[in-house]
Nanobody, 127 residues
Framework: QLQLVESGGGLVQPGGSLRLSCAFS????????IGWFRQAPGKEREGVSC????????NYADSVKGRFAISRDNAKNTVYLQMNSLKPEDTGFYYC????????????????????WGKGTLVTVSS
């Protein structure tokens, strides 16, 4: 059974860092494009970052460019989101999502493009 499980969320002060992990099971990660999404209370889900199946293509929302970094370890079936210089507006539930990639550089931050979702992990940035 295909599963995505996020971890690494928590409470952090502004300016701090967190690394989120998304562990995959039930399928071979190397064939899938992956995205990280977030949703704050009362707001729409936002595509934060994506990485292609090859790992050679990445994309970031303007709000996180220069602060967040996505990476993947296909051998460990895990994708990461390193978040630095966190701000209160980064608060929300963070979800990873996957879709079997139509080609190696495929990378999308639109929720409608993804087929499989994790249940999310909560990130709270507050002093």
């Amino acid at each position: 059974q295909l599963q995505l499980v996020e971890s690494g969320g928590g409470l952090v002060q502004p300016g701090g860092s967190l690394r989120l992990s998304c562990a995959f099971s039930g399928f071979t990660l190397e064939y899938y494009g992956i995205g990280w999404f977030r949703q704050a209370p009362g707001k729409e889900r936002e595509g934060v970052s994506c990485i292609s199946s090859s790992g050679g293509s990445t994309n970031y929302a303007d709000s996180v460019k220069g602060r967040f970094a996505i990476s993947r370890d296909n051998a460990k079936n895990t994708v990461y989101l390193q978040m630095n210089s966190l701000k209160p507006e980064d608060t929300g539930f963070y979800y990873c999502a996957a879709r079997r990639a139509p080609y190696g550089s495929w990378c999308r931050r639109e929720a409608r493009d993804m087929n499989y979702w994790g249940k999310g992990t909560l990130v709270t940035v507050s002093s």
